[in-house]
Nanobody, 118 residues
Framework: QVQLVESGGGWVQTGGSLRLSCAAS????????MAWFRQAPGKERDFVAR????????VLANSVEGRFTISRDNAKSTLYLQMNSLKPEDTAVYLC???????????WGQGTQVTVSS
């Protein structure tokens, strides 16, 4: 089994930065694709970014491209999301996900709250 725990969320002003971490325990995630999603109250869960098992390939949502960076450290079993130039519309609960399947994410963390004030 894989357990995922997010951290690093908090409050930041518009234009500020935060770095989220997702610590994995249990089974190694070195062979898992991983991703970040976010969900605001009353809204659907949105894709933010994903990264391949090796870390060599990434995909970013258009809404965050140029501002966010996804990375991973498999030796530390940790996924990261560096968020720069934050906007109020980035306010959401950010969730970490992992998968050993080509398209579906079957492991999820509980999420960490990010609030961006204007």
């Amino acid at each position: 089994q894989v357990q995922l725990v997010e951290s690093g969320g908090g409050w930041v002003q518009t234009g500020g930065s935060l770095r989220l971490s997702c610590a994995a325990s249990g089974r190694t995630i070195s062979s898992y694709g991983m991703a970040w999603f976010r969900q605001a109250p009353g809204k659907e869960r949105d894709f933010v970014a994903r990264i391949s098992a090796s870390g060599n390939s990434i995909v970013l949502a258009n809404s965050v491209e140029g501002r966010f960076t996804i990375s991973r450290d498999n030796a530390k079993s940790t996924l990261y999301l560096q968020m720069n130039s934050l906007k109020p519309e980035d306010t959401a609960v950010y969730l970490c996900a992992a998968s050993n399947s080509p398209r579906a994410y079957n492991y999820w963390g509980q999420g960490t709250q990010v609030t961006v004030s204007s």
